[in-house]
């Protein structure tokens, strides 16, 4: 079975501050990895995956992540936050082979302050 | 495309009465997922289904919820009697398996309230 750690709940950082959410996950087979962001009283949205190929991954809004294999780490950066970046976000992991259930973290909540 | 969309967005009900959310994946698609999210737990997968057929129902609570997708454009996710511990806001979401990847794309959800 695969399991999704996001090592910090929330995550308050200043505006135009740079930023990083962490992501470790456990599985037994290969995965694929992405990030959610889920802004106030709406669904999630993808904002990067990690399929194969090279290890850094850009995404929407100006997020990447770099997947680790050695380290089964997906952390996600943005090297300056904005305001409009507040949002909860989630990392997955789905096996490559098989089901296609996601497996999600617990979220990370990201405030940003002025 | 207009996306994953679910009906109602809010719904309140008082318990013991019967609650039906709608879904209606992107075209195409052929997996569909129920989720909830609740403070406590965050997300949990319920039930996902392939080609209109469920696949894996181990996240269904209890024998009070229900999912059917009579098609390939529909599903329903019921829950008779409703209980206020059900109060969540539960998501659908859809997929099409293919070389880019498992994306699952999201609908707004329905904030449900059990008073």
């Known amino acids: 079975a695969q399991s999704v750690t996001q090592l910090d709940s929330q995550v308050p950082v200043f505006e135009e501050a740079p930023v990083e959410l962490r992501c470790n996950y456990s599985s037994s087979v290969s995965v694929y990895l992405f990030w959610y962001v889920q802004y106030p009283n709406q669904g999630l949205q993808l904002l990067l995956k990690?399929?194969?190929?090279?290890?850094l991954v850009k995404g929407i809004n100006g997020f990447e992540a770099e997947f680790n294999k050695s380290q089964t780490s997906f952390h996600l950066r943005k090297p300056s936050v904005h305001i409009s970046d507040t949002a909860e976000y989630f990392c997955a992991v789905t096996k490559i082979q098989g089901a296609q259930k996601l497996v999600f973290g617990q979220g990370t909540r990201l405030t940003i302050n002025p | 495309d207009a996306g994953v969309i679910q009906s109602p967005r809010h719904e309140v009900t008082e318990m013991g009465q019967e609650v039906t959310l709608r879904c209606k994946p992107i075209?195409?698609?052929?997996?569909l997922f129920w989720y909830r999210q609740t403070m406590m737990r965050g997300l949990e997968l319920l039930i996902y289904f392939n080609n209109n057929v469920p696949i894996d129902d181990s996240g269904m609570p209890e024998d009070r919820f229900s999912a059917k997708m009579p098609n390939a454009s529909f599903s329903t996710l019921k829950i008779q009697p409703s209980e206020p511990r059900d109060s969540a806001v539960y998501f659908c979401?859809?997929?099409?398996?293919?070389?880019?990847?498992?994306?699952?794309?999201f609908g707004p959800g329905t904030r449900l309230t059990v008073l």
């Open positions: 075209s195409g698609h052929d997996y």
């Open positions: 990690y399929l194969s190929g090279s290890t």
């Open positions: 979401a859809s997929s099409f398996r293919d070389r880019e990847g498992d994306t699952q794309y």
